[in-house]
């Protein structure tokens, strides 16, 4: 009987095969890929999801009197021949946040697309500031009476991201309005994102690439790729690995908290409607 044996070759090393060998034994690496397997799954949900969505911000402000008090006595002030109490104005921006198409087909007639004042107050004058495109024909729809407390809205159709700038000048106390109305397949009534908090100006930069790289510099999303870089790359300060674990707990745990308000911060404060309805009555 003849036994036959086979030597394993030892022979020199490849330095590419090492590292790949190196790199793909490291713990951290698992980790990297199930984040990243997370986004990839999260982003293809948004990608094909189809939804019918109508959504809404608004900024009101008081120009002439406040939310508890009329104007003095000696001040009268009128409008069209009327005396007001206080004068109110309140932009809102509507758009269509979804991915489906709203067509007039969608408006009940019994119910009709309206915004609603609150308080005791009247509608002075509406008018439509800014669209994201004439072709949806987005406009007023006839008020009556002259003095109302609802201005009725409508449109031919709004394609994802199509909307408009409604401007409202009226007597309530109440800054917020209400957006009602039904629309066919919109059972739950349409997204109230709350009051549009004016962002800081900024200095226009008279370079492009220089403001959008900037803009990508300070965002939370490149700073928590940098960071993790840093701590899987990076060098690592002596002194750190001579602190006692709680300090060093500590630490991580203040840089983390600052971290993560800023971010929620930044977030919370992002301009939620289309771009193309930017106007300076929202800044």
Not at 128 to 150: G, I, M, W, Y
Request: charged fraction near 20%.
């Amino acid at each position: 009987m003849q036994i036959w044996a086979v030597a394993a070759y030892e022979g020199p090393s490849v330095p590419w095969i090492d590292d790949a060998l190196r790199v793909l034994g490291l713990n951290w690496l698992n980790g990297l890929i199930a984040i990243a397997s997370f986004f990839f799954a999260f982003l293809s949900y948004v990608w094909t999801r189809r939804r019918t969505k109508l959504a809404y911000v608004y900024v009101g402000e008081h120009l002439l009197g406040s939310a508890s008090d009329t104007l003095p006595p000696a001040i009268v002030v009128q409008y069209n021949g009327i005396s007001i109490p206080r004068l109110t104005k309140t932009v809102v921006v509507i758009w269509n946040d979804g991915e489906n198409p709203i067509t007039a087909d969608n408006l009940v007639a019994s119910d009709p697309l309206r915004l609603e004042i609150g308080g005791e107050g009247e509608i002075l004058s509406v008018a439509v500031l800014k669209k994201t495109r004439e072709v949806t024909n987005f406009r007023l729809a006839d008020l009556a009476p002259q003095l109302s407390k609802q201005a009725p809205l409508t449109f031919d159709f709004l394609d994802a991201n199509d909307g408009a700038v409604v401007e409202i000048l009226h007597t309530s106390t109440e800054r917020k309005p209400r957006l009602l109305g039904t629309l066919i397949g919109l059972p739950k009534g349409f997204t109230n994102l709350g009051q549009f908090t004016r962002p800081k100006p900024r200095r226009k930069s008279k370079n492009k690439i220089v403001a959008k790289l900037s803009a990508w510099v300070f965002s939370p999303l490149f700073v928590a790729a940098a960071g993790f870089l840093i701590a899987v790359y990076g060098p690592r300060p002596a002194f750190l690995f001579d602190l006692p674990s709680s300090s060093l707990s500590a630490m991580l745990g203040v840089v983390c908290g600052f971290l993560t308000t800023w971010a929620f911060h930044s977030w919370a404060s992002r301009r939620r409607y289309p771009k193309s309805l930017d106007l300076e009555a929202l800044e």
